[in-house]
């Protein structure tokens, strides 16, 4: 967990893939990108076995982006589509049992607090509605319940994409899948009303329709969850499979969705907005510098 886990040893760089080299040289390793700087990089993330058109994966993408320091960051899934995808990029990866990530998500961020107390190390839980909300329902709240200070980023595609089409808590009522062939009887959960009774310091919703915002969003939250406590992202990352949602689509039906009911929304404690508007302040006057 540091920049000289990938730096070559000496002599080494001019045998190494292209790739790799790429990585050292252009990478995000050591400083901050920016989404108006796509392209311009090399990326944590390039090749995945996600389906065409899928906004998760887009999502990720863009979540490898926000990281304001991969050289110390770990992140933890567990079965879902969303793994595909976090597994290949070129930042430590655990995968947890199903249920478990935020439990070996509260273990490790302790853990790295006691090996490396002068140098934060960032814990970020990407897993799905499926694996949070329902089989991992209890060891997302007891996390948030005792202040772990780690990032929960819910990849909600409201629906068990990775099973066959399987209702979850997030299925908004009423949906009819392949698997769920009467339509889904209770409401959608509440997860952002969960998150601020359990005391996050941070809480949004979001969909993938502004690079931008999703970047700043998910920085936020890292930043937040280091010194504060829980932080929790809610991210629509539509199932173009399960609800047939055609490829070139995909975009249009995250757009749609935020409009009805999906909008952006953010709020947090009043420590949390004290300390991420001076971090943010301090970060902007450095640019300038």
């Known amino acids: 967990m540091s ?17 790799y ?11 901050d990108v920016k989404v108006t700087e796509m392209g311009k990089f090399k990326e944590l993330i390039e090749e995945h076995p996600m389906c065409a058109g899928c906004a998760m994966t887009l999502f990720i993408r863009l979540t490898m982006i926000a990281l304001p320091n991969p050289e110390h960051t770990i992140n933890v899934g567990t079965a879902g589509c969303g793994r595909l995808a976090i597994s290949q990029a070129n930042i430590p990866f655990i995968y947890g049992n199903y249920g478990d990530t935020n439990s070996v998500a ?42 772990e200070r780690f990032t929960t980023i819910m990849l909600d595609n409201e629906v068990y994409g990775n099973t066959g089409g ?55 939250a890292i930043l937040i969850a280091r010194e504060i406590g829980p932080t929790y992202i809610q991210a629509y990352t539509s199932c173009n499979i399960e609800y047939a949602i055609p490829t070139p689509e995909v975009m249009q039906d995250a757009f749609d969705v935020e409009k009805e009911r999906y909008g952006f929304h953010e709020e947090m404690t009043d420590e949390a907005k004290e300390y991420i508007t001076r971090i943010e302040k301090e970060a902007k006057q450095k640019s300038k510098a």
């Open 106 to 147: 509260s273990g490790l961020k302790r853990g790295l607090e006691i090996r490396f107390p002068n140098t934060p190390k960032d814990v970020v839980v990407m897993a799905g509605d499926g694996g949070l909300i329902d089989i991992g329902f209890q060891g997302l709240m007891h996390s948030w319940f005792r202040k």
């Open 21 to 31: 080299q790429d990585l050292i040289k252009h990478g995000q390793y050591g400083r």
């Open 3 to 19: 920049f000289e886990t990938i730096r070559p040893s000496p002599g080494y760089e001019d045998i190494l893939p292209i790739e």
């Open 166 to 220: 399987q209702e979850s808590g997030m299925t908004m009522q009423g949906k009819v899948l392949k698997m769920a062939p009467r339509g889904k009887i209770t409401e959608k959960i509440d997860a952002l009303g969960l998150a601020r009774v359990a005391g996050c310091a941070y809480i949004a919703r979001i969909a993938p329709t502004n690079p931008a915002r999703v970047v700043r969003t998910v920085r936020r």
